[in-house]
């Protein structure tokens, strides 16, 4: 079973940008597809964008396309999440994990969750 080790976060003024890692260990990484979700303070988990196990296919949800990037490097075991234009509304702490069943942006159709990282994006 593949474990996620999230990295990257912390804070930036509004319009910055950072780039978080997920960084995998386990044999099954190659084969898995990977996921960003993000649960800010007081809310529920909510999914931000997903990238098949070979980094074709990707999908985001609406509140970040065109501004976040899913990419990974197999080689590497690491999955990225490259956010530009950040919002306040973006401050969460940010998790990577294994989706169930691609499409999916439901928060019970992901498991192998990380640890998670904090994202601050002031005004």
């Known amino acids: 079973q593949v474990q996620l080790v999230e990295s990257g976060g912390g804070l930036v003024q509004a319009g910055g940008s950072l780039r978080l890692s997920c960084t995998a260990s386990g044999p099954s990484f190659r084969d898995v597809n990977i996921a960003w979700t993000r649960q800010a303070p007081g809310k529920e988990q909510q999914f931000v964008a997903a990238?098949?196990?070979?980094?074709?296919?990707?999908y985001y949800a609406n509140s970040v396309k065109g501004r976040f990037t899913i990419s990974r490097d197999n080689a590497k075991n690491t999955v990225w999440l490259q956010m530009n234009s950040l919002k306040p509304e973006d401050t969460a702490v940010y998790y990577c994990?294994?989706?169930?069943?691609?499409?999916?942006?439901?928060?019970?159709?992901?498991?192998?969750w990380g640890q998670g990282t904090q994202v601050t994006v002031s005004s």
């Open positions: 994990a294994v989706p169930k069943r691609w499409g999916s942006t439901e928060s019970a159709d992901f498991g192998s």
């Open positions: 990238i098949a196990w070979n980094g074709g296919p990707t």
